[in-house]
């Protein structure tokens, strides 16, 4: 059996379409979905007669807590042999998608499995994903994102560097991140879609590190894996289409915004990664 943890803000139709998907898959699974404090009440109705049970928090807990304790419910309660914790702007199209996780495990015994991510404009999220391994890495990415804290801070500066990559797109080649094509092990993972076999989720409180709020889960569970010994596995034969950064553009219509709220918020969560890694705490 299969448990799904999706994690709700504000995109309702996305997180319908999500369920939906998931109801479509080949074989036993559970669907628990976890509101950071966004729901309606017509909202809370609709969800609890669609999926098996609906955690509504009382207060927006951030990525890795809210999706925590949807995993410790459905691992609680429903005691799976994979846990996929998917964000709600997902869809899985595969109907074979569980016995495609089953084949890889027996194959590799893998304690977390990343999927090839499909966008919708045909970039943003893609697996393996590119980790900060060391300490120099978290600083020289802390200083670029500082850098660009004081443009998006002020509006003038802002319409600068907007402009600045206009004409930089015309002159030099754009980069175009692709999925790998070969399954990989050893290798770091994006948020978006992990599946964690029993073997990991019992090894663990939680299965996301509670240190931060929002942005480079990925590299503290990257460190987990390193700092453990754990089995990391990216295969491009699963498959999940990711509408990316869905929820933000709900709740920042402007660019600019947006653009603040992210660059904060990586900025803080960098910060505890670079205090962990001098500390050389296990996460």
Do not use: W
């Amino acid at each position: 059996m299969v448990a799904f943890v999706i994690l709700h803000y504000k995109n309702f139709n996305d997180t319908l379409d999500c369920i939906s998907s998931i109801k479509k898959l080949s074989g036993v699974k559970k669907i628990v979905v976890v509101d950071n404090h966004t729901l309606q009440f017509d909202e809370k109705k609709q969800l609890e007669d669609t999926c098996d049970k609906l955690l509504c928090l009382k207060k927006n807990e951030g990525f890795a807590r809210a999706n925590n304790i949807g995993s410790r419910f459905a691992i609680e309660n429903y005691h799976p042999d994979f846990l996929v914790v998917i964000n709600n702007d997902t869809v899985i199209k595969q109907k074979d998608f569980l016995k495609i996780i089953q084949k890889k495990y027996l194959k590799y015994h893998f304690d977390i499995l990343g999927p090839r991510i499909i966008c919708e404009e045909g970039s943003g999220s893609v697996n393996p994903y590119l980790p900060l391994k060391n300490i120099e890495e978290v600083q020289k990415e802390l200083q670029v994102q500082k850098r660009l804290l004081k443009f998006y801070r002020h509006t003038f500066l802002y319409l600068g560097l907007v402009l600045y990559m206009k004409l930089k797109h015309l002159f030099v080649k754009k980069n175009v991140f692709k999925n790998g094509e070969e399954e990989m092990l050893g290798v770091a993972l994006h948020g978006c879609a992990l599946i964690f076999s029993k073997q990991y989720y019992h090894k663990f409180q939680n299965v996301f590190c509670e240190k931060t709020f929002l942005y480079h889960e990925e590299s503290f569970l990257y460190l987990r894996l390193q700092q453990h010994h754990l089995i990391s596995l990216y295969s491009p034969d699963l498959e999940i289409v990711h509408k990316e950064g869905a929820s933000l553009n709900i709740l920042y219509h402007n660019q600019r915004k947006r653009n603040l709220f992210r660059t904060q918020e990586i900025i803080k969560s960098l910060k505890i990664l670079e205090d962990v890694m001098k500390k050389g705490e296990e996460v």
